[in-house]
T-cell receptor, first 112, second 115 residues
Framework: LAKTTQPISMDSYEGQEVNITCSHNNIATNDYITWYQQFPSQGPRFIIQGYKTKVTNEVASLFIPADRKSSTLSLPRVSLSDTAVYYCLVGDRGSTLGRLYFGRGTQLTVWP | NAGVTQTPKFRVLKTGQSMTLLCAQD?????MYWYRQDPGMGLRLIHYSVGEGTTAKGEVPDGYNVSRLKKQNFLLGLESAAPSQTSVYFCASSPLGGGVQETQYFGPGTRLLVL
């Protein structure tokens, strides 16, 4: 699985848009990019996944440039409840191991 | 539909004691996983299972054993607990385990303190 690099922490205020960038320079052709969110004292939960360009759901948007060596998770108008750790994962869709590599993630703190 | 549940939620052990953590899922998922999470670190895979009756080692398997006798249950055992095993343990499951695109569903975690 390709390793990823994310900022250790980010701060924001309520109502702002937050963009968390993940670097994955050695991403392979068949790799997908997935983001998980983890609240304190809870297990991670899936947020969004993409392969190229842009993906949007009710929670976030994921922007992936043409070279796919990085990706950006965008959270519109964050609230206090978005305070969590966000993990970026990259892996092969065809993997039979089902293993996910969770790095340290990005601790997002939203302030009032 | 409870999803993934873990028992117990919290436990304190003395060095050398043994215990079993239970993970149960009611989503009929094939793959199940055990992770540990230490302060300031991401999740590390301990063991996983690709189906009933099968188990495999993950990134940090030493000191742990697992069993998957029933499809819905995945047990994590500590035969002789050590302080280094103090951690938060998460269980997860996924439908097919086909890779990153296969969403994993996590349990609420078990906090283990080994004195």
């Amino acid at each position: 699985l390709a390793k990823t690099t994310q900022p250790i922490s980010m701060d924001s205020y309520e109502g702002q848009e937050v963009n968390i960038t993940c670097s994955h320079n050695n991403i392979a052709t068949n790799d997908y990019i997935t983001w998980y969110q983890q609240f304190p004292s809870q297990g991670p939960r899936f947020i969004i996944q993409g392969y190229k360009t842009k993906v949007t759901n009710e929670v976030a948007s994921l922007f992936i440039p043409a070279d796919r060596k990085s990706s950006t998770l965008s959270l519109p108008r964050v609230s206090l409840s978005d305070t969590a750790v966000y993990y970026c994962l990259v892996g092969d869709r065809g993997s039979t191991l089902g293993r996910l590599y969770f790095g340290r993630g990005t601790q997002l703190t939203v302030w009032p | 539909n409870a999803g993934v549940t873990q028992t117990p939620k919290f436990r304190v052990l003395k060095t050398g004691q043994s215990m079993t953590l239970l993970c149960a899922q009611d989503m009929n998922h094939e793959y199940m996983y055990w992770y540990r999470q230490d302060p300031g670190m991401g999740l590390r895979l301990i063991h996983y299972s690709v189906g009933e009756g099968t188990t495999a080692k993950g990134e940090v398997p030493d000191g742990y054993n697992v069993s998957r006798l029933k499809k819905q249950n995945f047990l994590l055992g500590l035969e002789s607990a050590a302080p280094s095993q103090t951690s938060v343990y998460f269980c997860a499951s996924s439908p097919l385990g086909g890779g990153v695109q296969e969403t994993q569903y996590f349990g609420p975690g078990t906090r283990l303190l080994v004195l």
